[in-house]
């Protein structure tokens, strides 16, 4: 894998920008930012070699929901995989960001359908290499807006161990099941995807047009009459 290319140039831009910002003051504190950008854009998103490596892919290979207790609990399964460029930025300490979201609508034929249930979890998935270990913190909020001291967190031996954690959902409670009526149809939503919004701010600017990193699915499945059953 080769970096000399884009190295280079980031090295240029950086000198080109401290020279000019030299004795500008706080009003060109931006500029230092975007130059901040390019440097890890280069770093993790453009390497020489971005044009050939895979595209990551997801699938949604099992999605059900099954009564227990009373309540809904939803049960999918995902194909997962990363693209090199992801992983490499994986491997060199960036933190990567996923979210798994399902809702359960209800018809309604006056008006817009209702809102039933909804269930979210918000992954950020990080590698430490002091430990060579994976870390995978698990959040019902965004974990940017909340920190990782209200998260879940787990540790993992490899990256396939810790993506295997991602793609399963077991047993979340959608709805409980008195909230539901038989006589209506249902609509069940399921989405998955990377998140780039909780990427640093400049990097979020590199990665928006970059194939590698788009990364989303959805399935939908009409459920009728004997789910309150």
Known sequence: MSWVNMTVFTTHCWKSFQLKLNGMGRTSLWLRVLCIGVFFGAAFVLPAHAQSSANSQVEVTELRLERAEGALLLQSTLR?????????????????????????????????????????????????????????????DAIGAVGLASSLSQTFETLPEALAAIRRTVNWKLADVAD????????????FRLDV?????????????????????????????????
């Open 180 to 191: 539901l009526d038989s006589d209506n149809k249902y609509t069940l939503i399921f989405k």
């Open 80 to 140: 997962l995989d990363l693209s090199s460029t992801v992983e490499d930025a994986l491997q060199k300490g960036m933190p990567i960001y996923f979210v798994t979201e399902a809702e359960l609508m209800r018809d309604r034929w006056y008006w817009y359908d209702k809102k039933i249930g909804v269930i979210a979890r918000h992954y950020r998935l990080a590698y430490q290499p002091l430990t060579r270990m994976w870390r995978l913190n698990v959040s019902r």
């Open 197 to 229: 919004s909780q990427l640093p701010r400049p990097f979020q600017m590199m990665v928006g047009s970059q194939s590698e990193w788009n990364l989303a699915t959805q399935k939908t499945l009409r459920l009728f009459s004997d789910l309150g059953r």
